[in-house]
Every structure is written in structure tokens, then in C-alpha cells.
């Protein structure tokens, strides 16, 4: 048994190869051992923890005797529950547990429970018993379901099966407010990385969606929002919560609350107006139905997040629309962008129909016109790519991943024609081409209040800093808590320390050199760049000059351009023998780079050479928790390039030259600490700033959305001041 995940490792190298790939990989589906295997190890270091364990180390906001009585009460019911089902279920063949008798009558108790609970649902401290049943019976399902997946209950003991354990329990009811003495509040939880975030989130997606609340799920990453939905999908089917349960980025989560759920959808409401129909009030769901689970707290103080807003386009998509669009196209050499052009236009016969549909219109279009001609002259300088599907698409310099839903003005419309001109798009492109009409401004930080409740967990609380804290504290998280560390987790080790180079060959002579030192030690490692463009330029430069080794191979890349199932079979290999991983900053955090095999903890575990300066001291944490999971041993390093710290503010210039005096010594790194500290109360500053200049436009989107409903003759005002145009012309 102990060679099983050296074989599992070995196929998982094989599943990228042209003629073993399929092969290797169908036999790590079929053979359900190798999951089984996993499941057994975690489960035998997890079971050591005890509840009295857990419930003496665990730290946070309102702990007292009292508290820690009711989180046992609540422990002791869920374990009774969980296992009288559970023994039931190891007591039957595969077949009769395939029919469901056993999973009907959990169902019945389970929503029996519920209507108990239903009358303080946000008081669940006054049930801690019937709290611990009702997630016994969700978790057991859970544990059913898996087991039916794998097809197989013969010779099973608990071990063997999938199942929460104490620390997630915990995070569980203590997110719930079984331990509190009024009602539920806002709570932020600290689980460590690689002990199960998602698990304590599935199951509690579950018991708020039973208990009638619609519960919103949010991940910094879709990749892992989609992974996390698929292993919990079929236990939100069986309980009939589907529909309730929705996972997604923030910006879905911002997509869900403004088509209407919980504030009027506004792209709606503005193309109804525009088309001057009347529209009858429309209000969104009731503020107390809905729960917002986070995972990673740090998505609510991030620059694409706080300061940021959503701008809803209105499109208008006719014959008449897309003709007013080519007819600029085709005579932009010839259209003056003065009022006189741009009033003849107007005058045009299907600018007239157009209008007649539109009658709201009428005294934005001439402006639209003014950017229509603008951005039509000047579409050389518009950077973008026609992707493999055949559309416009807009890649990220960060992260390498090609958006292709954004719109860019008008020149994203211009790009779809003059390509289809030119025979590299062949496919209508009339879907593309529309009018669009700034339908509002809201900002992103205003959004969560939407939320009866906030409920996170993240790996790195503990060390937020006060700037990040200030942002926090308009969530009004009441509640916190350090939940203890399920394993004998080790720190990664630092024999080399960090370094700050300044020639850029230097720089990547360096990280080839560590990599071939891990190498030769057949080591798996992870080298972790801040943007896609710098991992493609380095990625090119080790091609042209390739490790001299006989056991080196080609790194694999792990970037957001991938699609998903390529970007499992890379993540699954990654933790290989003298694998190389060459990964984009985001996947730094969150992501599972797992292994069994003994062999590599023998040899040091995972490497992983960071080559930028994280921004913040929680994003260091969560890079180097990629290392040093659970229990096993890893190493890190982090190497510097001058330009990149002067770049991002760690270093001024002197003299045109950089100012390096700071970086002699050995307390340099400290340094570069205490210059974090600065430049992250500089940033939360910039994001404060951000909201209280967009706020105004914020304020205005919504007295949009009430003046259109009541037919308010002011809508019209306001739309034109949303639209923030700054024309040289004044058209009547």
C-alpha cells in the first residue's frame, strides 16, 4: 500500500502524454483505491484531534465556558447522529445502499429538524443539540453520496471514508452562532491552509439554503468556485437547494444581486426607458434572505474590489444600430468629428427609425456618435486578439487570461467589423455591434450590505494589517476566530535568504540555478511569477537555455488561460518528482497541490522560489502555504528583481539610479517589511479615495432606478449626467 501513491504520482506524469495521457488517466478514475488511499491518510492525522482538543486551543471573540459548552453539546449530538447513520450505512451491501431507503429516511429527519429550527434560525444558540444533528445528518448524506460514487461498501471502517472532522466542525458551528447568546452576526474564521476551507463551506451553503435563506458563495478564483460547486453539487440536489446555492467570483456575485435579485436591474430598467415604455416598480428580494459566504476574506480589500464599480451598458441591438455603426466605419477617413458631421448623421433615414423606436434617445445619441467617430479613427492604437473561437478578446497582462465578454467603447465593435472585413472572423458578428448606454455606476464595496449575514473563512486573519482592517470594519464583522490547526504543520525552510538582484540576466540565471539545485534532488518545484508576461519571458529565455540534467523536463505553465480540465491534469502533476511548475501569482493562493508519497517528504517536499514581492503579508502567507501542507516538509525562497521593487515603490531612485543604500546589511528584508506597511496604508488609502469620488455616481444610479420606476421626469437628467460626457459640441 505505501508504493500506491508513487504509482498514482507516476501516472498522473504520464496523463499530458500523447499516447499514455488517456490511458493514464482513465486509470486513475476507474481505480477508486487511489482516492480511497488519500482519504484514509487524512482522515488517520485529522482523527487525532479530539473535540476537547479543538475546543481548548481554539481562539476568537466571546469564548467562555458557557460558549465552549454549547459548541460541545452541539459536537456530542452531531457525532451520536453521524454515527448511528453511518454504521447503518457501512452495514449494508452497495446495492441496497444504491436504492436510498437509508438516504430517504435522513432526508425526512433532516428536514424534520429544520422546521424546528426555523423559528430561530438566526438565534441557533437556543438549540446547539438539534444545530449538531441537523449537520450530522447534511454531512452524512455527504459521506452516502460519495461512498455510492465510489461503488463500494465492502470492508470500509470510518477511516476509509469521506467525512468533515473536528476543526471544520468547529469552524462550522461557530460560524452558525451556536455558541453566542443573541443573534447571528457577521463572523470572519481563520482555517489554515490545506485543512479544509471548502468542506465547512459546502456544508454550511447546505444548512442556510435548508433553512430558507439564498446563500452566495464567493471565491477570488472561478476556477476554484467551480471546483468547489462539483464536489458539493450532488449534496445540494439531494436536498432539493440547487437553486438557492449559487457559487461564483465577486463579480458574479455582483452579476446575481444586479439582474435584479436584490437590487433593480438597471440594463433593464434604462433600455425599457430609452424605448419610452412604462415600467412598473420593481423591488429586489428582502435583505434578510440572503447569507454571503467568503472564502478568503481578501477579496473585500483588493483593488479590483473596494473603490471599484460596476457599470451596467444598456445595448441597443437593431438594423438600425448596427447600420448607424458600419456607416461610421466605412466613412471614418471622411467624417469630420465636428457638430456639423455629427448632426447630418442624425438626419440619416435609419438614425431617424432608429430613434422613432428609441425616443429616449434623442439627446444622447449625437454624443454616442462624437466616441463612435473617435474610436473608429483611432482603432490602430486599440490593442486586442482574435481568439481561437473567433472573437474579440482582451488578454491580461497579469494573469494571461483573455476576456472576451468586455466591451471597450465602441472599439470593440469596430474591431469585430473591421476583422470580419478582412476574413479573419467569418461568423455574423451582429451580436456584437450595438449602441451602449451607461446604465449606472455602483460600487463593489456597497454591494455585501446586500447580505443578512457575512460569513468568512480565510488562511491568513491573523495577519491582516490595520489598513486592511479599517476596510473590514464597515462589514461589520462582530465576530472572530482562530480556529487550531488540525496537523503538526511545519514552516517552510529558508536556508538561502531572500535576495534583490539587479540585471535582469543575473536575475534569471539565479532562479535557473535553484530550480537545478531542487532538481537535483527530485524535488518538485513551483516558481511563482507576479504577471503572465514575465513567466512567458522566462519560460522563452529557459527554452533557448535548458537545464543540463538528465532528469530535467520541460516546465509545465499554469496560467488562467487554461481550460479547466487541462488545468486539473497540470495541478495533479505538479507535486511529481523534479516536476517544474511555472505558475502566475493567483495560483498562489487557494490552490491544492497535494501528494502521498512518501519518497518526496524523504527528500524536502515541495520548492517554491517566489520571484516578486507580494503586496501584502497575507499574500505571502498563502504563497507559501503551497508549501508545508498538513504535515509535510517543504522550502521556500524569494528572489528580487531591483526594477520590480523600485517599480512597485519598495525602492526609491537616486540620481536616476536606484537608491540601494537601504539594501546593504543584513536587515534589508526588515526594510522592505516595514516599506510594505507604507505602501499598503498608500494603497487603502487610494481605495478610500476611489469610493468617496465615485460615491456621487453611485447615489445617482439608484435615484436612476426609483425615477424611471415612478416615471419621474427627472430620469432623463440623470442618465445624461451617468453618461460623464465631455463634448466639445452642445446639440439641442
Known sequence: ASYIPIISQKLREYMDSADLGTSANDLIQSISFFRTLTIQIYNRKAGTVTVEDVLQR?????????????????????????????????????????????????????????????????????????????????????????????DSTDNQSMDLLLQA????????????GVDTQGELESHLAQVKTGEGKSISLGILSTVYALLGFSVNTVCYSSYLSNRDYNEFHGLFSFFNVGFKVQYSTIDGFIEEIMNGSSLPNFRHLVTKYLRGESISSVSGRAKSQKILLVDEVDVFFGESFYGKAYRPG????????????????????EINNDQESIEKICKLPFVKELLRQYPNLSPLLPYEIEHMISQAKTLKYHRYLVTDDKKIGYQSSETGEVNTSSYFGYSTAFAYI????????????????????????????????????????????????????????????????????????????QDIPPAAIESESSFRDQIKEDIEKNIRLERPV??????YEKLESFSSWLAKNPISLPNYKTPLILTERLLSDKRDNIIQRATGESVITLMTRTYGRGTDFTYQNHRLEDKGGVHILVTFRP?????????????????????????????????AGFISRSGGRPDL???????????????????????????????????????????????????????????????????????D
Open 58 to 150: 481554539i481562539e476568537g471573540t466571546d469564548l467562555t465556558d458557557l460558549s465552549r459548552g454549547l459548541l460541545s453539546k452541539a459536537f456530542t449530538s452531531y457525532e451520536d447522529e453521524y454515527t448511528n447513520i453511518i454504521t447503518k450505512a457501512l452495514g449494508m451491501d452497495i446495492d441496497t445502499l444504491k436504492k436510498g431507503a437509508l438516504q430517504g429516511s435522513v432526508k425526512v429527519r433532516c428536514l424534520s429538524i429544520v422546521q424546528r429550527l426555523m423559528p430561530h434560525r438566526s438565534h441557533l444558540f437556543r438549540s446547539p443539540e438539534l444545530v449538531g444533528r441537523l449537520v450530522a445528518n447534511i454531512s452524512a448524506i455527504w459521506t452516502i453520496l460519495d461512498m455510492v460514487k465510489r
Open 165 to 176: 472532522h473536528n476543526t471544520q466542525l468547529l469552524s462550522i458551528f461557530r460560524l452558525m
Open 314 to 333: 444598456a445595448f441597443i441591438k437593431t438594423e438600425e444600430s448596427q447600420s448607424l455603426l458600419w456607416y461610421v466605419w466605412e466613412n471614418r477617413d
Open 418 to 493: 473591421k476583422e470580419f472585413e478582412s476574413g479573419e472572423i467569418t461568423k455574423d458578428i451582429s451580436d456584437h455591434l450595438s449602441i451602449i448606454i451607461n446604465a449606472g455606476q455602483i460600487l463593489y464595496s456597497e454591494l455585501p450590505s446586500v447580505a443578512y449575514r457575512i460569513l468568512g473563512l480565510t488562511g491568513s486573519l491573523a495577519c491582516l494589517s490595520d489598513g486592511e482592517r479599517r476596510l473590514l470594519e464597515r462589514y461589520q464583522f462582530n465576530r472572530e476566530s482562530l480556529i487550531p490547526t488540525t496537523f503538526d504543520r511545519q514552516t517552510p525552510v
Open 526 to 531: 513551483f516558481v511563482v511569477f507576479e504577471t
Open 615 to 647: 503586496e501584502t503579508k497575507a499574500e505571502r502567507i498563502q504563497i507559501e502555504g503551497r508549501t508545508c501542507r498538513q504535515d509535510q516538509p517543504g522550502s521556500i525562497r524569494h528572489l528580487y528583481l531591483i526594477s520590480d521593487l523600485v517599480r
Open 661 to 731: 543604500s537601504d539594501l546593504k546589511g543584513d536587515d534589508w528584508e526588515s526594510f522592505l517589511e516595514s516599506k510594505a506597511k507604507e505602501l499598503d496604508e498608500n494603497r487603502v488609502e487610494r481605495m478610500i479615495s476611489a469610493c468617496k469620488e465615485k460615491g456621487p455616481n453611485h447615489h445617482r444610479t439608484l435615484n436612476l432606478g426609483e425615477a424611471i420606476q415612478c416615471g419621474d421626469r427627472s430620469s432623463a437628467g440623470i442618465l445624461k449626467d451617468l453618461q460623464g460626457y465631455s463634448s466639445r459640441f452642445t446639440f
